[in-house]
């Protein structure tokens, strides 16, 4: 790890120069699009004589991940070709101003794309961080242009591309027949007639994302689950989605990941996911689904299948209470990543019901739960964090909690349990599903149990005064 700003314009290539020739793989959290053309440009390199090209820098790359300021077609260009043995590109921009043209991706830039033909997997995603900035130089053409070179395609993730209409998306759909996961978000002009024909491709797609996509209805979802052996389904930001497409998504009995974040969905829908995919769901987010109650628990976990469920998001939840959460303790759902930020109706009730609920693995009290996020729930005081404190919640990594006029009992339950991140400032916890799976949280944890025991062994009441202490000092709400 190091920074690149730290290296001037004119060092950078002369630096990678040193690197590996049998490097496979790269990723660059964040580097100038100028940097990445001089640093693949095949210029004159130094000591060099006029008419002597430089070797190529990084021949044997076949992963390239970069974040950069802008995607522009100089810089594609010069990847699609410096680079014979890509076969993964995925390019991340957030503007801080909106583009020139010369700093801009055009559909001349999408023709460049896979000119040696090797490109399996492309990923072009335009972030909203800190400007409401798209692809605007980008239309149906452009698409029609890559897809006839991308044929072979088997991923595609495309972000921002808002004057692609549904002519664009179904070229890919009919000319990537080996497609298997299709990614979209902010397709602003993306609607139903995209699917309408699904089933004359020979798709099999298993990974599909239609984030923010607001004009898809139930009747695209309904074409959709043709492809009946999808296993990821990202639909968060789809406000026109309700219970006929939750009856739809109960029939796909291999499905592992559901997001419904921000739908129309009620727990009528929730209970066509009942007798079908819940026993094979491993993440379920309903994250921002006002008409849910407390009633979606108990339809849910009703105790009928054996469920495989781990990560919940029920966060923004106005309608749902402690006793949804009662519910969900009695069920003894092994959850390992449970999220219900900013719901006003959860109170302590809810923590000592988490903090007494036992898995059917029988390894103690809360046992599974890594992650727990509780920012700005209405009803949690102090006394939620005398059951935060061990031995409840064993394994617990991630807390999420409002600390700003608590510090001190944060602080005092950081220092009794030192391996447990505690974020009191509103930030996500652990990773967003939409990218890789960030590996730095992802650790043995049965082990680390074990060492925190260890170094914990004869303190536990010193740290539990220390907390008590606290307690009595502050007036709290979390």
């Known amino acids: 790890m190091f920074d690149l700003s730290l290296f001037l314009r004119h060092n950078f290539a002369r630096v ?25 440009s095949p210029n004159v390199g130094p000591h060099q004589y006029p008419n002597q090209i430089r070797p190529s820098i990084l021949p044997a790359i076949q992963k390239l991940s970069l974040a950069v300021d802008y995607i522009t077609d100089t810089m594609v260009g010069t990847i699609s070709k410096g680079l014979a043995l890509l076969t993964h590109l995925e390019l991340r921009d957030a503007p801080l101003i909106e583009p020139r043209v010369t700093f801009d991706l055009t559909n001349s830039g999408l023709q460049q794309i896979n000119q040696h033909g090797r490109l399996k997997h492309l990923s072009l995603v335009r972030s909203q961080e800190f400007l409401s900035t ?24 495309l ?17 990537c027949s080996s497609l298997y996961k299709l990614k979209v978000c902010h397709g602003s002009q993306l ?17 599909v994302s239609f984030r923010w996509c607001n004009l898809l209805t139930n009747h695209a979802i309904k074409s959709l689950v043709r492809n009946t052996h999808l296993k990821v389904l990202d639909l968060r930001g789809c406000k026109n989605l309700g219970d006929e497409a939750l009856a739809a998504i109960g029939s796909l009995c291999e499905l592992k990941m559901l997001q419904l974040d921000n739908s129309d969905i009620s727990d009528v829908g929730i209970a066509y996911l009942q007798h ?3 026993s094979s769901l491993v993440s379920l987010s309903v994250r921002g689904c006002k008409k849910l109650t407390d009633k979606c628990i108990s339809v849910l976990f009703d105790g009928s299948s054996k469920l495989e469920l781990q990560e919940l998001d029920l966060s923004n939840l106005p309608n749902l209470s402690d006793n949804g959460v009662l519910a969900l303790a009695k069920s003894r759902v092994p959850i390992s990543e449970l999220r219900m930020r900013q719901c006003p109706l959860i109170g302590d009730t809810s923590i000592m019901a988490l903090a007494s609920m036992q898995a059917d693995d029988d390894r103690g009290h809360g046992s599974n739960l890594r992650l727990l996020d509780l920012y700005n ?28 006029v608590n510090r001190d009992i944060v ?40 060492l925190e025991q260890w170094l914990q062994e004869g303190e536990w009441e010193s740290d539990d005064e220390e907390m008590e202490d606290a307690e009595d000092d502050a ?3 979390v």
Request: proline letters at 3%.
């Open 16 to 40: 990678w120069a040193l690197a590996s020739k049998k490097l496979t793989s790269l990723e660059i959290g964040y580097i100038s699009s100028v940097m990445v053309t001089e640093l693949l």
């Open 191 to 207: 609607t139903d007639l995209v699917f309408h024909d699904i089933a004359a491709t020979s798709l099999s797609l298993t990974h």
């Open 159 to 175: 972000g921002g591309f808002c004057r692609v209409t549904d002519t664009g998306f179904k070229t890919i759909l009919h000319s």
């Open 475 to 477: 007036d709290v709400v």
């Open 411 to 450: 602080d005092a339950l950081a220092r009794n349990r030192p391996f447990l991140h505690v974020a009191c400032h509103g930030e996500e916890l652990g990773t967003d599903p939409w990218n890789n799976i960030d590996s730095s949280y992802m650790h043995d944890y049965e082990e680390l149990d074990e």
């Open 134 to 157: 798209y692809f605007k130089r980008v239309n149906d053409l452009g698409i029609l242009l890559m897809a006839d070179k991308c044929a072979n395609m088997e991923s595609i993730c």
């Open 276 to 278: 079908g995919i819940i």
């Open 377 to 404: 729930c209405g009803g949690i005081t102090q006394l939620s964090f005398r059951w935060l404190k061990k031995p409840y919640f064993p394994r617990l990594r991630w807390l999420g909690v409002t600390g700003s």
